[in-house]
């Protein structure tokens, strides 16, 4: 099977602290494929350098056939994400959200119209598609932001913990679309999440990520063979300790940085 994610030896270092640390993993087109770790350890660090939004300290990666680097809008066109915070505007309808966000990518009129429409009854929006933002729960908001990331047809989609502080019931929801998105579009889904249970059920394949390093890339069940435990929060807390971790690591290191130049 094609890769559609390719990175070889990745390191990003803010100052003295090393955030992802010489990291190698691919993804194959049309797969699922779950990003773990605890905070801090390098996993929102590493999807923001596969999204254009930091530059490596080293290493190399391809996106759809594109460098992030050196041919960045190419490689944003390949995909949509998700952000963990909201990034939605509150003043704006459900409609106008997805037309602005169609005409920044270039999608032409005639086919932005008709893929709002198609997208809006994908994730069950189509009658508050004239309602504002900012009248919506947080479940209604996800499903929004999951559409429009979508709108330029995305080889990929990216969802940073997309169903972060949602009930049970949207969460199930919400991968119930994305799963019939990725099983008869072929959408490559790559994905975070704090939610063990999450993960090994929609994700064919799991890396974890630790200190900046992958300690552990397979399937659920590889991931529990390989540690020998039950559940894939026990495989999970196995390979990366129980410790309770406070600070993001780019986070931290960037504060340093600050603190250095004053």
Known sequence: MTDIIEVKNLTKKFGDVTAVNNVSF??????RFAFLGPNGAGKSTTIKMLTTLLEP????????????????????????????????????????????????????AKERRQRIDE??????LDDRKDSYVKEFSGGMKRRLEIARGLLHKPAIIFLDEPTLGLDP?????????????NEEDGVTVFFTTHYMDEADRVAQRIAIIDHGNI?????????????????????????????IREEHADASARMRMMRGRR
């Open 26 to 31: 691919s993804v194959a087109k049309g797969e």
């Open 57 to 108: 300290t080293s290493g190399s990666i391809i996106v759809d056939g594109h460098d992030p680097v050196t041919d960045s809008s190419a490689a944003r066109s390949s995909f949509g994400i998700v952000f963990q915070d909201p990034s939605l505007d509150d003043e704006l309808t459900a409609w106008e959200n997805m037309d602005f966000h169609g005409v920044l990518y270039g999608v032409p």
């Open 119 to 124: 997208l809006l009854k994908f994730v069950e």
């Open 169 to 181: 019931q949207t969460r199930n929801h919400m991968w119930q679309y994305l799963e019939k998105l």
């Open 215 to 243: 300690v552990a890339v397979g399937s659920g069940a590889e991931l529990k063979a390989q540690t020998n435990t039950e559940t894939l929060e026990d495989a999970f807390l196995a390979l990366t300790g129980s410790e």
